[in-house]
């Protein structure tokens, strides 16, 4: 059997890694297996709150790519974005956030990177839009799984 690579394996198990985190929470939880493109888990909380989860997966501190109509605002979408270690001894990071909060993060990054091409005295050149590991890391959003419905 060929492998499908790593980046699946990455994702894979940051959505199984979330489920499980949800799950031992007292959330309902079932999976889209890339039926719903910017829905990655559709979920219950304990009290009833219908709720979907979009998974960003990385398995070295880069860049968390996602697609721009994440950025449409949707009632009821939440992000996760986990780091994977390479090692079996260190635990998985979650950084958990509330639609909102996560177009907050997206406008710092574009600050950063804008601050950063005009110290080079040159813009950087496009590409596909992303947060990073760095930007995430000094916010607030790691293990803040009480952003999620009650």
């Not at 109509?69 to 009632?75: C, F, G, M, N, T």
């Not at 635990?91 to 177009?103: G, I, N, T």
Request: net charge positive; aromatic share 12%; hydrophobic share 35%.
């Amino acid at each position: 059997m060929k492998m499908r690579g790593k980046h699946y394996q990455t994702q894979w198990a940051g959505q199984f890694g979330v489920a499980h985190e949800l799950s031992r929470r007292g959330y309902l939880v079932t999976f889209t297996t890339g039926n719903a493109p910017i829905t990655d888990l559709l979920c219950q909380s304990p009290g009833g709150v219908p709720f979907s989860v979009e998974v960003k997966s990385l398995s070295s501190k880069t860049c968390f790519l996602y697609h721009a109509s994440l950025l449409d605002p949707k009632p009821g979408r939440f992000l996760v974005f986990v780091l994977l270690p390479s090692s079996l001894t260190e635990r998985p990071e979650y950084f958990v956030l509330k639609h909102e909060q996560f177009q907050q993060v997206v406008e710092e990054q574009d600050r950063r990177t804008k601050e950063a091409g005009k110290k080079r005295e040159k813009p950087y050149a496009p590409f596909p839009p992303g947060v990073s590991y760095s930007v995430l890391k000094e916010s607030n959003f790691r293990d803040a799984w009480d952003n999620l419905p009650e």
